[in-house]
C-alpha cells in the first residue's frame, strides 16, 4: 500500500526526470552541431534539422551565439535555473487549477430513500458521475501543462505543428497508459490482489484509447499527410463526447443492461453482497417516484441503507481502536482521529493525488495531515482560556478520573464531576448527556442525562448510569458522557449561563468521559500487558502483569512458564520458572 500510495508523485517524477532527460540529449546535440568542425559539419551534412538556436516565448537568444567555456557553463545554469522556475510555476497553476475541479466534482445533494417496509433514510450522493468526471474534467486537469504548451507552440508557429506537435499529448497519455500501469501493476506485494472496480468503464476507455493512437496515425500519415484538414479536426472533437456517452453507458449498465434485472443477495458463508439476476424491485421509491431498475446503477435503494450502516459500524470501529490504542483522548481528539483515519484510507479522485505530489514536491507538506493539525488546533483552542482573563478567579469543571471500567454485571457506574479553582461559594449547574460509542443506548446502558449541581464549598459530586447485563458474550464496549450548559449562580438568584466577558467558571479538558463496560458473559481473554519487557540484570525479580478481557465470569486457572529465547535458563540468565495463575470470579488483573 505504501507503494501504491506513492505512486502519483513518482508519476510526477519520472515525467520530469524524462523531459529533462531529453532536454540534456537535445542540448548535447545542439552543443555537438555548434562546436563540431567542418570535417564533422560535412559528415553531418545528411542529418536532418536545424541546431540554430530559435527565438523562445519568454527567454530571448543569448548572444553572442558562440560563447566560451565558461559562458556555456553558466548560460546552461542560468537555463536550467528558469527551466526549474517556470515547472514549479505550471506545477502550481495546475494544482490551484485541480483544487477548483475537485471542488466542483466532489458536489453532493441530499436524497431520500424509502425501503420497502416504508422506513424513510437521507443519504448524500455525488451530482457528477465519476467515470464522465475522471474523462472530462479530470482529465482536462491533468493534461492541462500538456495542452497548453502544444497551444503556444502551434499558435507561436503559425498553426504549424513544430518539434513537440501531437507528440507531447500523445506521449503523456502513452505513458499514462502503459508505464503508469505497469508500475502499478509491478509494484503490488507478493500474495495480494488488485481488482479494477469498474471493469465494463475499463475496457471501453482502453479500447478508445488504442482508437486514438490508430486515427492519429491515419489523419497524419494516410488521409492528407502532414497536414490536419478541418474535417478531420471535427471528426476528432466529435469523438470525444461520444467516448464519454458510451463510457457513462457503460457505468450506468444503460441499454442492453435495462432488460438484465439485478437482485442483491448476501453470501451466508463470507458476509459480502452478491449480485445476480431476478425479478425488478417492487416497492421502491426515491424522492416520491418509482425508480427504473437501472436508476444509480440499478440497486441504489435496496444496497444504500446497507452502505449508510455499514459507514456507521466502521467509524464506531475506528473509534473503539483508536481508544485501545489512546486512553486517555477525549472524545473530540478521538473523533478527529477517526476521520483522519477515515479520510487517509477511502478512495480519492486524480485531483487529490496530482495535488498532494505537486505540494509535497513544492515543499508545501501533507494535504490531510495540515487539515488535520488545523483541526486540532481549532479544538485546542475552544478549551483554551484567553490570556487576558484571571485565571485565578475562575473555577474550572471537568472529569476527574476522565476513563472509567466497569463490568456488565455491576448494575451502575459512578462518574466524578470536579470543581477546581475560582470562588468556592458560588453554586454552579452543569447538564451531563450520554453517547453512544460502540456501546448502545437501551441494549449495553441506560439513556441517562440531567444536571449535576455543586453547591457552595463543594469541590466535587457524583452522578450515576445504569448498566444493562446480558447473558450474550459481545466483546468489550464503550459509551461517552459529556457535560455542557454550565451556569453560574451567586446566592439566591437564579442560574445564569456562562457568558460574560470573563467567565466565573469554564468547562475545562476533560469534559468527556469514556465508560467502558467489560463483558463478563465469557471466561476472558488473557494477554500480557506488554508484548516486549525490558529489564536490568540487576533488578532481581521481574514482576509481569497478566490481563482479563472480553469477559470475567467464574474462576479461571492459567497455567505458565518460561521459555529460552536468546537468554538461557537453568540459572544461567534467568531461573526457571512454571506455575498457575488463578483468576477468581470478576477479578480482571
Request: glycine share 8%.
Amino acid at each position: 500500500m505504501a507503494w501504491l500510495s506513492l505512486q502519483p508523485v513518482t508519476s510526477a517524477f519520472l515525467h520530469f526526470g524524462l523531459v529533462t532527460f531529453v532536454l540534456f540529449l537535445h542540448g548535447l546535440q545542439v552543443d555537438a552541431g555548434l562546436t563540431g568542425d567542418s570535417t564533422s559539419s560535412v559528415q553531418n551534412s545528411s542529418c536532418s534539422g536545424s541546431f540554430d538556436c530559435k527565438e523562445g516565448v519568454i527567454l530571448p537568444i543569448w548572444y553572442p551565439e558562440n560563447p566560451s567555456l565558461g559562458d556555456k557553463i553558466a548560460r546552461v545554469i542560468v537555463y536550467f535555473v528558469a527551466l526549474i522556475y517556470m515547472f514549479l510555476g505550471v506545477s502550481i497553476i495546475a494544482d490551484r487549477f485541480m483544487a477548483s475541479i475537485e471542488v466542483i466534482t466532489s458536489q453532493e445533494k441530499e436524497i431520500t430513500i424509502k425501503k420497502p417496509n416504508g422506513e424513510t433514510t437521507t443519504t448524500t450522493i455525488r451530482i457528477w458521475n465519476e467515470t464522465v468526471s475522471n474523462l472530462t474534467l479530470m482529465a482536462l486537469g491533468s493534461s492541462a501543462p500538456e495542452i497548453l504548451l502544444s497551444l503556444i507552440e502551434v499558435c507561436g508557429h503559425g498553426f504549424i505543428a513544430g518539434d513537440l506537435g501531437p507528440s507531447t499529448i500523445v506521449g503523456s497519455a502513452a505513458f499514462n497508459m502503459f508505464i503508469i500501469i505497469a508500475i502499478c501493476v509491478y509494484v503490488i506485494p507478493d500474495g495480494e490482489t488488485r481488482k479494477i472496480k469498474h471493469l465494463r468503464v475499463f475496457f471501453v476507455t482502453a479500447a478508445w484509447s488504442i482508437f486514438a493512437y490508430i486515427w492519429l496515425y491515419m489523419i497524419l500519415a494516410v488521409f492528407s499527410p502532414g497536414v490536419v484538414q478541418v474535417w478531420e479536426g471535427l471528426l476528432t472533437l466529435f469523438f470525444f463526447p461520444l467516448c464519454v456517452l458510451l463510457a457513462w453507458i457503460a457505468d450506468r449498465r444503460l441499454l442492453f443492461y435495462k432488460y438484465m434485472h439485478k437482485k442483491y443477495r448476501t453470501d451466508k458463508h463470507r458476509g459480502i453482497i452478491i449480485e445476480s439476476e431476478g425479478d425488478h424491485p417492487k416497492g421502491i421509491e426515491m424522492d416520491g417516484k418509482m425508480m427504473n431498475s437501472h436508476f444509480l446503477d440499478g440497486n441504489l435503494v435496496t444496497v444504500e441503507g446497507k452502505e449508510v450502516d455499514e459507514s456507521r459500524k466502521e467509524m464506531i470501529r475506528i473509534l473503539k481502536d483508536l481508544k485501545q490504542k489512546h486512553p486517555e483522548k477525549d472524545l473530540d481528539q478521538l473523533v478527529e482521529m477517526a476521520n483522519y483515519y477515515a479520510l487517509s484510507h477511502q478512495q480519492k479522485s486524480r485531483a487529490f493525488y496530482r495535488i498532494q505530489a505537486t505540494r509535497m514536491m513544492t515543499g508545501a507538506g501533507n494535504i490531510l495531515k495540515k487539515h488535520a493539525a488545523e483541526q486540532a488546533k481549532k479544538s485546542t483552542s475552544l478549551h483554551e482560556v484567553r490570556p487576558d482573563e484571571p485565571e485565578e478567579f475562575i473555577s474550572k469543571i471537568y472529569f476527574d478520573p476522565c476513563s472509567y471500567q466497569c463490568l456488565e454485571n455491576c448494575g451502575a457506574v459512578l462518574l466524578t464531576v470536579v470543581r477546581k479553582g475560582g470562588d468556592m461559594s458560588k453554586t454552579i449547574y452543569v447538564d451531563y448527556k450520554t453517547e453512544d460509542g460502540s456501546a448502545n443506548a437501551g441494549a449495553d446502558y441506560e439513556f441517562t442525562e440531567g444536571t449535576v449541581v455543586l453547591k457552595s464549598g463543594e469541590t466535587q459530586k457524583e452522578f450515576s448510569v445504569g448498566i444493562i447485563d446480558d447473558d450474550i458474550f459481545e466483546e468489550d464496549e464503550h459509551f461517552f458522557v459529556r457535560l455542557s450548559n454550565l451556569r453560574v449562580v451567586e446566592g439566591e438568584e437564579p442560574p445564569e449561563l456562562n457568558n460574560s466577558p470573563y467567565p466565573k467558571a469554564i468547562l475545562a479538558s476533560p469534559c468527556v468521559a469514556t465508560v467502558t463496560i467489560l463483558d463478563d458473559d465469557h471466561a476472558g481473554i488473557f494477554t500480557f500487558e506488554c508484548d516486549v519487557i525490558h529489564v536490568s540484570e540487576s533488578i532481581g525479580v521481574m514482576e509481569v502483569k497478566v490481563l482479563r478481557t472480553s469477559g470475567a465470569r467464574g474462576t479461571v486457572i492459567v497455567p505458565f512458564r518460561t521459555v529460552e529465547g536468546t537468554a538461557k535458563g537453568g540459572g544461567e540468565d534467568f531461573e526457571d520458572t512454571y506455575g498457575e495463575l488463578e483468576f477468581k470470579n470478576d477479578e480482571t488483573v
